[in-house]
């Protein structure tokens, strides 16, 4: 039970006024600026936007600011400028076979069409402390030649990999029911949920979460042996059909990465053998987000595959209801707001538990000496 | 209701390219290119450029079904032309200034007198410099394609 607490207000003011002081931190070091975030920090932009679940990039970079670097903080704020903007369209599916990919990989297939690009990665870096860094930095004359010793023609279109292993009957087929997607910001899910409503909750999720119980499938709570079948980052062009013109226009590009996960095979209903599979789709460059996504999207497909519901990777309404950090870190935070008069209740209750015992005590104790 | 939904295929395609260009483009770039073209017209608000946001939706597998994947802020802005054009922009992001300059090209482009030396001054020099940049981008990442090979063990 909460009891309005008044007064404090001075206290209050002056506890933000130290926040804006610590957020700035020393004055004799320049101010980061939006636009450094934006550029500089991308990939803390890229989860701000995924997880606040609006793409912009300066807003999620304003977000950063202000929360001082605390990233879930800054997706509450996002969610919360989110409630103030009108919902204008909903957009054309985007179309992540013709991205313009700056990073494409398969862990499945070594030779394919359009080949390995690695793109900028952290992958086969030592993990080693750059002291450049420190220092100045690098030259804008050392970022500006990327050399190879062969020329590239980069003509080849990029064939999905699950897309061929469904030519070959070998892949789960993805079917387009031609249905209007579940919008769990308009209508909570109700459980068992939609895939649609289950990949829309689960790409808002928070990354730590999603990590840690796509981790546990993979050391055998819920496991299904997955492979990385598809990784892919880069532009998608976003596109809308507004009632009043009656055809499509594009409105702008965003980046998005997207995995695709080969699963263990499994018997169908109609008694046919395939490979199984999960999505994971982020905004920004989101690799490690989008891996975990998958693994738990094909995890929560226990029923379609008749698979024995026992490890938390596999409870629907257990993730879903737990996976958001707005929701998750709201709930938590609120043991800090006065709970003085419910705490008061308990204590005057336990008082009177142990008086009672005490008075029991001493009543046998008395009665013996009788 | 608008003159402008009278088109012809074609010209619907011409017309869907230009608002891609000019939505795909920086703000600064088409403002600055556009600036002597729009200075001596006169446009009437329908509606006032608005931010607000579109859902963006992507395919489960990327060819499945349809799910909504987020938000994404936009700006949306329709003028009327004196020649009597509805000009409509809808921009990802929320920049008016780009939104609003968009509608009145785009109520311009409709208009025979101007429309070919808009394309040939404003719109092929921004398609131009965006597929550079794609091209560009493309360019730099296929440097870092690989070729991995297994190696083969000696065991016949």
């Known amino acids: 039970m909460y009891v309005a607490v008044k007064g404090g207000e001075t206290a209050i003011n002056n506890a933000h006024k130290l926040l804006d002081k610590t957020r700035r931190g020393s004055l004799d070091i320049p101010e980061l600026s939006v636009a450094q975030i934006s550029e500089q920090l991308p990939l803390a932009v890229a989860r701000v936007m995924t997880e606040g679940s609006i793409y912009d990039p300066q807003l999620a970079a304003l977000a950063i600011k202000q929360s001082a670097g605390d990233l879930v903080e800054a997706i509450f704020l996002l969610r919360a400028y989110r409630t103030t903007l009108s919902r204008f369209y909903s957009s054309d599916p985007i179309d992540t076979t013709q991205m313009q990919v700056e990073r494409r990989i398969s862990a499945t297939f070594k030779d394919l069409p359009g080949g390995q690009l690695l793109g900028s990665t952290f992958d086969y870096t030592h993990r080693l402390l750059d002291f450049t860094l420190l220092a100045d930095g690098r030259t804008p004359e050392e970022l500006e030649t990327i050399t190879s010793t062969s020329q590239e023609d980069d003509a080849e279109a990029m064939t999905r990999v699950l897309q061929m292993l469904e030519r070959e009957n070998l892949m789960v087929e993805e079917i387009d029911e031609q249905t209007t997607p579940t919008d769990i910001t308009q209508d909570p899910p109700a459980y068992p949920c939609h895939r649609s409503a289950r990949l829309q909750a689960l790409a808002r999720a928070d990354e730590g979460f999603l990590l840690a119980l796509g981790y546990s499938t993979q050391r055998g709570y819920g496991r299904n042996h997955p492979f990385a079948g598809e990784i892919r980052t880069g532009d998608v062009t976003i596109s809308i059909t507004p009632d009043e013109l009656g055809f499509s226009i594009d409105i702008g590009t965003l980046q998005v990465t997207e995995c695709e996960m080969i699963n263990g095979f499994s018997k169908l209903e109609n008694d046919d053998i395939k490979f199984t599979r999960g999505y994971g789709l982020a905004f920004g460059q989101n690799e490690r987000k989008t891996l975990s996504m998958a693994l738990i999207d094909r995890s929560l497909q226990a029923e379609k595959y008749g698979e024995e519901r026992v490890s938390p990777a596999q409870q629907e309404e257990f993730i879903l209801s737990h996976c958001d950090n707005v929701e998750a870190a709201g709930f938590v935070s609120h043991l800090k707001l006065p709970h003085y008069v419910d705490f008061q209740s308990e204590l005057e209750l336990l008082r009177r538990l142990r008086q009672e015992r005490m008075d029991n005590e001493q009543q046998g104790a008395s009665g013996e000496q009788a | ?156």
């Not at chain 2, 920086?26 to 509606?47: C, K, M, P, Q, V």
């Open chain 2, 1 to 156: 209701m608008m003159p402008s939904e009278n088109l012809t295929e074609s010209n619907q395609q011409a017309r869907q390219h230009w608002m891609s260009v000019m939505a795909k483009s920086r703000s600064e770039t088409l403002i600055a290119l556009s600036d002597t073209y729009i200075n001596e017209h006169r446009f009437e608000t329908i509606r006032a450029a608005e931010v607000g946001l579109t859902q963006v939706r992507g395919r489960m597998g990327g060819t499945g079904s349809q799910f909504n994947l987020g938000d994404m802020t936009m700006t949306r802005c329709v003028v009327r032309s004196s020649n009597g054009h509805y000009g409509h922009s809808y921009i990802a992001g929320r920049n008016k200034e780009h939104a609003t300059r968009a509608a009145q090209l785009d109520a311009m482009l409709q208009d025979q007198t101007y429309q070919q030396d808009l394309i040939t001054n404003i719109i092929q020099p921004l398609a131009h410099h965006l597929a550079e940049q794609n091209k560009r981008k493309a360019n730099e990442v296929a440097q870092t394609k690989v070729n991995f090979f297994t190696l083969v063990r000696g065991e016949d």
